[in-house]
């Protein structure tokens, strides 16, 4: 029933952009917060970012801030990622999430639930 499709990863060179899509069904996006969180190979799964239920509230890896940015549009059923100044330790799989309810955290193991396959970003010279 619940449905998240992520798409727009590919390669790009450090210091390159990309930004990362998801669209969600199956149940109610604009109610849910959301999170995007990402597996290198090899490696457990690590949250990047997490946004509230609209735009106002926005929370970050340390790794990462300044550099990604999370937003979603409601209207859509959409969540992105927008990836700037990328380096190479960002190579993994990107997965979009559902954010569980009753979490009160972002980044612990059971705080997020995630389908689907990801989406894959490679940054290498």
């Known amino acids: 029933q619940v449905q998240l499709v992520e798409f727009g990863g590919g390669a790009a060179q450090p210091g390159g952009s990309l930004r990362l899509s998801c669209a969600a069904s199956?149940?109610?996006?604009?109610?849910?917060?959301m999170s995007w969180v990402r597996r290198a190979h090899g490696k457990g799964l690590e949250w990047v970012a997490g946004?509230?239920?609209?735009?106002?509230?926005?929370y970050y890896k340390d790794s990462v801030t300044g550099r990604f940015f999370i937003s979603r549009d409601n209207a859509l059923n959409m969540l992105y990622l927008q990836m700037n100044n990328l380096k190479p330790e960002d190579t993994a799989q990107y997965y979009c999430?559902?954010?569980?309810?009753?979490?009160?955290?972002?980044?612990?193991?059971?705080?997020?639930?995630?389908w689907g396959q990801g989406t894959q970003v490679t940054v290498s010279s």
């Open positions: 999430a559902k954010r569980r309810a009753s979490s009160s955290t972002w980044s612990g193991a059971h705080d997020n639930e995630y």
């Open positions: 199956g149940f109610n996006f604009s109610s849910s917060a």
């Open positions: 946004i509230a239920t609209d735009d106002s509230h926005t």
